[in-house]
């Protein structure tokens, strides 16, 4: 089973953010963002983090590929 952030990078398009945008909004590492950059786990503390700055749930911005 394999991690996809897809539907984040849509939502982060939707609202013309840039990952270092996200990544200020929320006060993640850089090394956060090149895990989901990469589609690598992360963190579910990092999940609600971007969720809380989106306003959205977890389904919205992670999906799994099996």
Do not use: H, R
Not at 32 to 58: F, G, Q, R, T, W
């Amino acid at each position: 089973m394999k991690i996809s952030y897809k539907k984040l990078w849509k939502i982060l398009i939707d609202k013309d953010m840039k990952k270092k945008d996200l990544q200020s909004a929320t006060g993640l590492s850089s090394s956060s963002i090149a895990k989901l950059s990469k589609n690598e786990p992360v963190n579910l503390e990092v999940l609600y983090k971007i969720c809380d700055v989106l306003k959205c749930n977890i389904q919205d911005i992670i999906e799994f590929i099996f």
